[in-house]
T-cell receptor, first 112, second 115 residues
Framework: SQQGEEDPQALSIQEGENATMNCSYK?????LQWYRQNSGRGLVHLIL?????REKHSGRLRVTLDTSKKSSSLLITASRAADTASYFC????????????FGKGNQVVVIP | DAGVTQSPTHLIKTRGQQVTLRCSPK?????VSWYQQALGQGPQFIFQ???????QRGNFPDRFSGHQFPNYSSELNVNALLLGDSALYLC??????????????FGPGTRLTVT
């Protein structure tokens, strides 16, 4: 069953603005990952944060993890039209066995 | 270096039929996982294969079965298709033995439509 739940579900922003998405989960995890999906095709791995990490950066992406609240956020800074996509968070079990539980996803539209 | 490939891209089947989907993992990867993504939903884990055995299974009926070959490629078989099986089927590969099992690469998916 899916345990990640992203919030908000849909986001429309102007190019250059920041986009923030949240994700909550229910069970103990080994790591949490964020993926991007364009037009219902394959998923692209964006960033992974381990359960003992609190914040991680990768280019224009910033991920935070609060294990006490079982929540994570993904921030995309200075958004571009090419960032238009669906974004999913996925949690890996505490055993780290790559059995991912995905949320329902956020649709982000960046208006040029 | 080829990434994860899946075939076919699209498939249309009738209720009650059987279907086989194929996946070739990224070069050097030995573990394959399958996911089902219904329209507007996140992917759901079906099962995972390593060393030609099913290692983990999600909450899917026995109509869903799979296989992994010695070259690490994999097949997903679905019997007695239902309308609800219409979805995007995604294959993901990873390398178990390098100590980086978390790095998964997804294929482009196979869009299955059951009529």
């Amino acid at each position: 069953s899916q345990q990640g739940e992203e919030d908000p579900q849909a986001l429309s922003i102007q190019e250059g603005e920041n986009a923030t998405m949240n994700c909550s989960y229910k069970t103990s995890i080994n790591n949490l990952q964020w993926y991007r999906q364009n037009s219902g095709r394959g998923l692209v791995h964006l960033i992974l944060i381990r359960s003992n990490e609190r914040e991680k950066h990768s280019g224009r992406l910033r991920v935070t993890l609060d294990t006490s609240k079982k929540s994570s956020s993904l921030l995309i800074t200075a958004s571009r039209a090419a960032d238009t996509a669906s974004y999913f968070c996925a949690t890996d079990t505490m055993y780290g066995n790559n059995r991912l539980a995905f949320g329902k996803g956020n649709q982000v539209v960046v208006i040029p | 270096d080829a990434g994860v490939t899946q075939s076919p891209t699209h498939l249309i089947k009738t209720r009650g039929q059987q279907v086989t989907l194929r996946c070739s993992p990224k070069s050097g990867h030995d573990t394959v996982s399958w996911y089902q993504q219904a329209l507007g939903q996140g992917p759901q884990f079906i099962f995972q294969y390593y060393e030609e055995e099913e290692r983990q299974r999600g909450n899917f009926p026995d109509r869903f079965s799979g296989h992994q070959f010695p070259n690490y490629s994999s097949e997903l078989n679905v019997n007695a298709l239902l309308l609800g099986d219409s979805a995007l089927y995604l294959c993901a590969s990873s390398h178990y033995r390098t100590g980086k099992p978390y790095e998964q690469y997804f294929g482009p998916g196979t869009r299955l439509t059951v009529t």
